[in-house]
């Protein structure tokens, strides 16, 4: 047996079987988050591991992105009795999720045992998401493909559980040598938005205005990584950020669900920005994929953090969706992050090790990973759209500006190439 399983199986093991059965409930908006816990010998382990994050890229395995993430997909288990899909993600226990439900389908369904656990209008999208308790005794795969057959139009899907892990392995290390380079100040007219945790007041967002998500402004909510993303967007001339905290759970590993970032898209969507940063990384969901596509098809911009889960990692998600710009980091010597993942889909690079950021707590730290190199990306892009450009325009300025990197022309480790 070896190390992964080995620290899977002692993680589910001290979460008792209590939870693991535990009957689904309604989670309606993200909750607050509990006191630091005690850090686990694994985390110990991979924090050794960080303080190697600057070398070159080695030969990572799928395996070690898993063990990254355990934390809060350990979490989610406990906290809201998780289950997992047939490729062993995390989902909400004994539900699918639903979009743009028939009335007709929904009735059969009831009809056959399925019951309706919450229902959620998207205003600006004129449909609802319907959270589905399936019946006693059903298997989840079995029951969404009973969904699916009964609304073939529908968006449907498992509830995936969404963390950080993959999006930001490195943890930050603080910094006493003073804050980044001021920057010119920005246009009003700069405006981007950013999918995350909360964003703590601080001096490094300059006079930039940030408008929150109201159902993410839990009174203990995390903001570590979230002000650290949105500090390197304001450095980088963003003056209005929209803030929309999708994660609960606790501190160290702050977890999401489809349900909730389906609410905060549609939220976003409706402020206007053009560009949106979205710092989480993880499966493949339909309905993502559909809220994607509707951003693209009204003007927006998705950038996303290419994950952290090492050259052999597989895709993750949104960064691997269709049209999302896709960013990868480097070091300042321009080196790929040796954690960061390869693949198709990856769009340009960014500086995305050893950052200077703010600290929720105060002061500046150097933080590691594709989701700091993702910001400064959204904040170059939102500053095309300001002048007037279209998306598409920006995106294609945004290529052609890339400095080569690696093999001669597009890559899978660079993609177009270096972004300043």
Request: net charge neutral.
């Amino acid at each position: 047996m070896n190390a992964r399983w080995i620290i899977l199986a002692a993680s589910l093991a001290l979460l008792g079987p209590s939870k693991l059965g535990a009957q689904e409930r309604e989670v309606a908006e993200p909750r607050e988050v509990q006191e630091p816990r005690e850090v686990r010998e694994v985390e110990v382990h991979e924090t050794e591991i960080r303080e190697t994050e600057t070398r070159e890229a080695g030969a990572e395995t799928g395996h070690e992105a898993r063990e990254a993430d355990i934390g809060w997909q350990s979490d989610a288990i406990r906290d809201e009795g998780a289950d997992r899909d047939e490729i062993g993600n995390p989902v909400r226990q004994g539900e699918v999720i639903a979009f743009a439900l028939p009335v007709e389908a929904e009735r059969r369904l009831i009809a056959s045992g399925f019951r309706v656990i919450r229902r959620t209008a998207l205003a600006s999208l004129g449909e609802e998401v319907v959270r589905l308790g399936i019946p006693r005794g059903r298997r989840l795969a079995d029951a969404l493909r009973e969904v699916r057959a009964a609304a073939p139009g529908a968006v449907t899907d498992f509830d995936h559980y969404y963390g950080l892990g993959l999006a930001s392995r490195a943890r930050p290390k603080r910094d006493k040598s003073g804050r980044p380079s001021a920057q010119a100040p920005a246009p009003r007219s700069v405006s981007v938005g950013m999918i995350d945790t909360a964003v703590a007041a601080h001096p490094a967002l300059g006079s930039a205005r940030v408008v929150s998500w109201k159902p993410g402004e839990a009174p203990k909510a995390v903001t570590q990584h979230g002000t650290a993303v949105a500090s390197l967007m304001a450095g980088r001339g963003a003056a209005t950020i929209y803030s929309a905290n999708i994660f609960r759970g606790p501190p160290a590993h702050p977890f999401t669900s489809i349900d909730i970032l389906a609410e905060a898209m549609e939220w976003m969507m409706g402020q206007g920005a053009p560009v949106i940063n979205m710092s989480i990384a993880g499966p493949p969901n339909a309905l993502l994929e559909k809220l994607v596509a509707i951003a693209a098809a009204r003007g927006r911009t998705i950038v996303a953090a290419a994950g952290n889960g090492g050259p052999a990692a597989s895709p993750v998600y949104p960064a691997a969706l269709p049209g999302v710009v896709a960013v990868t980091a480097v070091d300042p010597a321009m080196r790929v992050y040796r954690y960061a993942n390869h693949g198709r889909y990856i769009a340009v690079a960014a500086q995305g090790v050893d950052v200077i950021a703010a600290r929720a707590e105060g002061g500046y730290a150097r933080f590691t990973g594709t989701s700091f190199a993702a910001p400064l990306i959204a904040a170059k892009l939102a500053g095309c759209r300001a002048a007037g450009a279209s998306g598409a325009a920006c995106t294609d300025q945004l290529y052609k500006s890339a400095r080569d990197l690696g093999t001669p022309g597009y890559d899978d480790t660079y993609g177009h190439g270096y972004i300043q």
